[in-house]
């Protein structure tokens, strides 16, 4: 019985494996590498696969509700960091986890795991590219919706999942935040090594501080099975972090020795539209007080100046003045 059930649970981790820490036979050369997932995994050929190239000068211009990050500023004990031979997984042990909601969500999404994708060298490592631009690497956190339960079961709904994507850049100085996570790194430079983060562990720590713009779309995992499933939200702003930061990613080890890139290249767009947000409360800034200051809603610690929950109050005023302004606008023509 127990042998039934652990080829259950193997066959279960086989199933996603963006979403778990096993080992699954695909890679980023050669006959394993990319081109040829499509060959055993039908879904990697699909027409709405991710990651793609965002062309700013095409996206469609939204000001989406805000997006509330609930639980991103606790501190969270019990964080495991993971080599699971394709990435560094960072998952979160104890109840309640993390979760979004708002945006272009419909319901609530529960953190699953973090991972991340970098590249040889920092000319390139991200996923996702803006202008045919890459960055050096990309965090990825994975969410599914609360609705289906589990990631296992989320995989097989068009809106299971959604990936709030973070882009890095380089700064001549070190992230404080990153420390914790780059002293586990060097710990987990074998194949399925796994510890546990020696501090407790705050997601707003590693973000960049504007989490009000960013580009949506509809796509997929970018690793085999490839499901199409996944709302992306791909945060403008990237996180500065210094060079050997990002090299430390690089030291990790597969069974084929270190993991010198793995990003998926970008997939055709199709007939795909890129939405991007806005902060529609950007002329209300300075303007009101907070008046219930939910610690649900973004940025719960650090935003204390640029207030923007008067942003429904003042949505009126806001439309008066764009109207006035483009009315202007038509007379200048
Ligand atoms: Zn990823």
């Avoid at 055993?40 to 211009?61: D, M």
């Avoid at 993390?98 to 419909?106: A, K, M, T, Y």
């Avoid at 599914?144 to 299971?160: I, L, M, N, R, T």
């Avoid at 995992?221 to 210094?242: G, H, K, M, N, Y």
Wanted: charged share 25%; proline share 6%; with cysteine.
């Amino acid at each position: 019985m127990q042998i039934i059930i652990s080829t259950f649970f193997v066959l279960a981790l086989m199933q996603a494996p963006e979403l778990t820490s096993g080992d699954q036979d695909f890679g980023y050369d050669g006959v394993s590498g990319p081109l040829h997932w499509g060959e055993r995994y039908r879904e990697c050929a699909g027409k709405h696969q991710s990651p793609i190239n965002i062309n700013v000068l095409r996206v469609k211009q939204v000001s989406l509700p805000d997006i509330q990050f609930v639980g991103f500023d606790d501190s969270i004990d019990g964080v495991h960091v993971t080599n699971n031979g394709h990435t560094v997984l960072i998952e979160v042990e104890n109840e309640p986890h993390p979760r979004v909601r708002g945006g272009p969500l419909e319901g609530d999404y529960v953190f699953s795991q973090m991972h991340f994708h970098w590249g040889d060298n920092d000319t390139l490592g991200s996923e996702d590219k803006i202008n045919h631009r890459s960055f050096p690497m990309e965090l990825h956190m994975v969410f599914f919706k609360e609705e289906y339960k589990s990631p296992q079961e989320a995989v097989k709904h068009p809106d299971g999942l959604t990936v709030l994507a973070f882009f890095y850049e380089l700064d001549r100085h070190y992230h404080p935040a990153y420390d914790d996570i780059t002293a586990a790194l060097g710990n987990v430079t074998e194949l399925h090594a796994s510890v546990t983060m020696d501090h407790p562990f705050s997601f707003l720590n590693i973000l960049p501080y504007d989490l009000r713009r960013y580009f949506t779309y509809r796509g997929s995992l970018t690793t085999p099975p490839c499901s199409e499933v996944v709302i992306w939200l791909d945060f403008e702003q990237p996180v500065r972090l210094a060079h050997d930061q990002i090299e430390a990613f690089r030291e990790l080890r597969s069974a084929h020795g270190k993991i010198k890139h793995n990003f998926r290249p970008i997939q055709p767009i199709g007939d795909r539209v890129v939405f991007y947000n806005i902060d529609n409360s950007y002329f209300n800034y300075n303007e009101v007080d907070d008046p219930d200051d939910d610690v649900t809603t973004q940025r719960p610690s650090r935003r204390k100046h640029g207030r923007h929950n008067g942003a429904i109050k003042n949505k009126s005023s806001v439309a008066i003045i764009s109207v006035v302004f483009l009315a202007v606008c038509y007379l200048l023509k």
